[in-house]
């Protein structure tokens, strides 16, 4: 770290290489593909590298770059809106999910329902959820009212909860045929 905070590039391409998957894995949950999630780790990485004299050693270099990495996912989310449809927040409502029907899914089928996610409700999802902001935070965040975060997070869970029945049933629809 401290041959990295001095300007060296070879200690600046092995920061990369290590924490990469550990970036890539936080910008994935934000990202709507692979290839976004890239961007966004890249941005990341260039941020870190242009910001490390104000990294302080004593702090986890892990929570510093996932702070940065989700900053950058919502400001590239920033930068994007404008090309998206803000969507009309319909009331949610609450059904009751059989816990076995978690324990069928991968990871990859989760990662994969929080990808169909519109933008908005993924990004409220996985800082609320995941990360473990506050509703008046991600208001704060996103410059949205902290209402506005709460009915999104409702609706981002009913959406997840349709999303894995559906999924669910085709599992069972493939296993009878």
Known sequence: MKRAQDGDKKAFE??????YGYAMGIALRYANVKEEAGEIVNDSFMKVFDKLD?????????????????????????????YFAVMDIEKAHSETLDP?????LSVEDLMQLLR??????????????????????IADTLEIPSSSS???????????????????????EGAVR
């Open 150 to 172: 709460r009915t999104y997070l409702a609706r981002a869970k009913q959406k997840l909860r349709e999303k894995v029945l559906q999924l669910n049933a085709e599992k069972n």
């Open 54 to 82: 104000t990294y302080a050693p004593q702090q986890s270099f892990k929570a510093w770059l996932r702070r940065i990495v989700i900053n950058t996912s919502i400001d590239y989310y920033r930068r994007s809106i404008k």
């Open 116 to 137: 169909g996610l519109p933008e908005l409700l993924r990004i409220v999802f996985n800082m609320y959820e995941i990360e473990g902001y506050s509703h008046n935070e």
């Open 100 to 104: 076995g029907v978690l324990d069928a």
């Open 14 to 19: 092995q920061l990369y290489k290590h924490y």
